[in-house]
């Protein structure tokens, strides 16, 4: 799954823009300006409960085209206090994408005067620097960060086992002597069997009783400790939104090209690879990463963004737009905090918005410290 999306020669997401219409996929910032804005209202309420600290972190994991990043920063930039506070740190292993956030952020390269320092840019947004990392682990310590996590653990790679005669065995792909991919069971327990016994001792005993396929994936588990252990120490947290379960996933591995389901196996690198988020996991994963963080959600995506003002803000942008913009804020809200199809719709069947209000859900890690973020009170 790692080497389908990030191999550096053939990666799926490495050397083409995936997203939005005319790629393979439409996530919530290309939706809709407003996802943006309202993830930028839960920065800076954070930003406001940490005590409005003169420096901040904020960091984005996997940001796309920078779509987000770029609405959460027009909506702040009347926040100078907020905005000046900022240092920005694209999480990004793509170049081709990393040129793309360049662009959307319409941000201009400072000239570097010291040797070995990472490409430094300004966002002319909102005056903010930008910097650009592979890694989390190469965003700069000591400061109190706030991350935003989009659709982004539901990328890193899964472990699927398949309950057998022998115990849980891991399903592993092997190739067969036409040199084409099938799926095999390992013979004896993998690295990965450490993780599934760690997600079992979490898991409800009637929970796992019934399943013969259980997903694990050690990547979220691994970085959730990251997240968790650097949120304690510096100060901060972690907004998590994604489609997933609240509990065990058994099988949830999907590939898509073109916006349609394809096999797994056909073609690796010419189709996105996701799998369920298992956020009972990452809540799991965090408490014991820290003592000093707490773990609030998830709740629904309809929950957060409505109790963080939404209706609000499309009753206001639906004030001054023409006919066709007021069609497409009502699409694109719906998109966002809907359930199903969108009853209002009137257009071709076959372009009926449907919701991801309540398939997608969110999940935000603190430090102590700094009490209940909003708007999981």
Same mark, same amino acid.
């Given at each position: 799954m790692e080497e389908v999306l990030t191999n550096p020669k053939a990666g799926f997401y490495i050397n083409r823009d995936v997203f939005g219409a005319e790629g393979d996929f439409i996530t919530s910032p290309e939706v809709s300006q407003m996802f943006g804005e309202m993830v930028g209202v839960w920065a800076m309420c954070l930003w406001e409960q940490m005590g409005q600290p003169k420096r901040v972190n904020l960091v984005e994991l996997g940001p796309g085209r920078g779509?987000?990043?770029? $609405?959460?920063?027009?909506?702040?930039?009347?926040f100078k206090n907020f905005t000046e506070s900022l240092h920005i740190h694209m999480v990004e292993c793509s170049p081709a994408l990393q040129e793309l956030q360049h662009q959307s952020l319409k941000c201009m390269d400072e000239e570097n005067t010291s040797e070995g320092v990472d490409k430094r840019s300004l966002s002319t947004l909102a005056g903010t620097p930008v910097s650009w990392h592979a890694?989390?682990?190469?965003v700069p310590f000591g400061l109190p960060t706030i991350i935003i996590a989009h659709e982004f653990y539901d990328a890193l790679?899964?472990?699927q086992f398949q309950r057998g005669s022998r115990g849980w065995c891991e399903k592993m792909i092997d190739v067969t002597e036409d040199s084409s991919f099938h799926f095999v069971l390992s013979p004896q327990p993998t690295p990965a069997t450490l993780y599934l016994m760690k997600r079992c001792k979490w898991a409800v005993p009637k929970e796992?009783?019934?399943?013969?396929?259980?997903?694990?994936?050690?990547?979220?588990?691994?970085?959730?400790?990251?997240?968790?252990?650097? @949120?304690?120490?510096?100060?901060?947290?972690?907004?998590?939104? $994604?489609?997933?379960?609240n509990g065990v996933v058994s099988d949830s591995l999907q590939a898509i090209r073109k916006h349609k389901f394809v096999n797994i196996l056909d073609n690796p690198g010419s189709a996105d690879l996701s799998a369920y988020v298992?956020?009972?996991? @990452?809540?799991?994963?965090?408490?014991?990463?820290? $003592? $000093?963080?707490?773990?609030?959600?998830?709740?629904?995506?309809?929950?957060?963004l409505g109790s963080l003002g939404i209706?609000?803000?499309?009753?206001?942008l639906l004030q001054n737009c023409t006919d066709e913009q007021a069609e497409a804020l009502r699409t694109g809200y719906w998109r966002l905090v809907g359930d199903g199809e969108a009853p209002f719709w009137e257009g071709p069947e076959e372009q009926v918005p449907i919701g991801m209000g309540t398939r997608y859900m969110?999940?935000?890690?603190v430090n102590k410290k700094q009490g209940i973020p909003i708007p999981f009170q």
């Open positions: 779509t987000l990043m770029a $609405d959460l920063l027009r909506g702040a930039s009347k890694t989390l682990e190469q790679p899964v472990h796992v009783e019934k399943l013969n396929q259980i997903e694990v994936c050690p990547k979220a588990m691994d970085l959730t400790s990251t997240l968790a252990k650097r @949120i304690g120490v510096d100060g901060g947290g972690a907004l998590i939104i $994604d489609y997933g379960l298992d956020f009972a996991s @990452i809540k799991h994963s965090a408490q014991e990463a820290s $003592d $000093d963080v707490s773990v609030h959600g998830p709740i629904t995506q309809s929950q957060f209706n609000f803000r499309v009753e206001a969110a999940m935000a890690i």
